[in-house]
């Protein structure tokens, strides 16, 4: 991804040298690198709630104590890597953003919509309100495709066998465009089709055909594959056989159903993320 500008969002309690590896890589592909360290407002607790004006708000030590230290912790990640990025000259830019966990949606969002390609640090999964929060708002508030389970942008940006989990809906095609960059730099792609509905009004009479043929013209080294589930959840056919075929990167639409009956029910794309072992490009 020459060129490109990458964000990576990162908890502001995480490790102080996670952002380190993905350096020589963006030196490489002059690529710059955007931060967004993230800290989330502790809850205020129902009994400091006073009943104005016949009581008085009780303002607990505990609560100000935490809120002065995330703020700590976020001014010591934004120092570090902007000494980081000062040090190995690198283009770069850095911005904090502390907020209740679902006010983070906006921010990231509007932090992703001028840059190519964005990161979700695993050190976010801390907490699992910001970590779906910042999650959902780069997927359906920027334009930039997401990733998760690569921390340092390597298996993402040096991948070598990437695998496609297709079907024809708009956000895999979304996801497969949005990684065409990475696609074209990886050894080998494998399109993988799983349950496909072998007809004209459907997936095709030979489904993942199609995009195999727009990405051999983009000088793609493509594997199609169409494989029956057996009984298994789509999301667990798909990590499989990414774990099988060696995939660095498993490139997949997100939410092709309503996010709502996903976060309720469960669904391939809540699997995918709830899943830690294997990196995944998303795009909705």
Not at 109 to 126: P, Y
Not at 170 to 178: D, G, H, I, S
Not at 253 to 280: M, P, W
Request: with cysteine.
């Amino acid at each position: 991804m020459k060129n490109a500008t990458l964000l990576t969002v990162l908890d502001a309690a995480g490790p102080a040298d996670s952002h380190k590896a993905i350096a020589e890589t963006a030196r490489t592909q002059n690529i710059h690198l955007s931060y967004l360290v993230v800290g989330t407002v502790p809850q205020f607790p129902n009994y400091g709630v006073g009943m104005l004006p016949y009581g008085t708000p009780v303002v607990p030590d505990t609560w100000q104590d935490a809120v002065a230290q995330t703020n700590a912790e976020l001014q010591t990640k934004v120092d570090a890597l902007e000494t980081f990025l000062s040090r190995e000259t690198m283009s770069g830019d850095v911005i904090s953003a502390y907020a209740e966990p679902t006010g983070l949606s906006d921010v990231a969002a509007w932090r992703a919509r001028l840059c190519d390609l964005s990161f979700v640090s695993n050190d976010l999964r801390r907490e699992p309100l910001a970590f779906n929060s910042v999650l959902h708002g780069l997927l359906m508030d920027s334009a930039a495709a997401v990733v998760i389970n690569d921390d340092t942008g390597a298996k993402t940006l040096n991948a070598s066998h990437i695998l496609i989990a297709w079907n024809t809906g708009l956000p895999a095609a979304r996801a497969v465009k949005q990684a065409l960059p990475l696609l074209k730099r990886a050894a080998s792609v494998t399109i993988a089709c799983f349950d496909p509905i072998m007809n004209e009004l459907a997936d095709g009479e030979n489904p993942g055909s199609d995009i195999g043929k727009w990405l051999a013209h983009h000088g793609c080294n493509v594997t199609l594959e169409q494989h029956p589930s057996g009984g298994k959840t789509v999301a667990t056919c798909i990590l499989e056989r990414a774990e099988d075929v060696g995939a660095d990167l498993i490139v997949a639409g997100a939410y092709g159903h309503a996010r709502l009956r996903e976060t309720l029910f469960g669904g391939t794309t809540a699997s995918l993320i709830e899943q830690r072992d294997k990196s995944v490009l998303m795009a909705h």
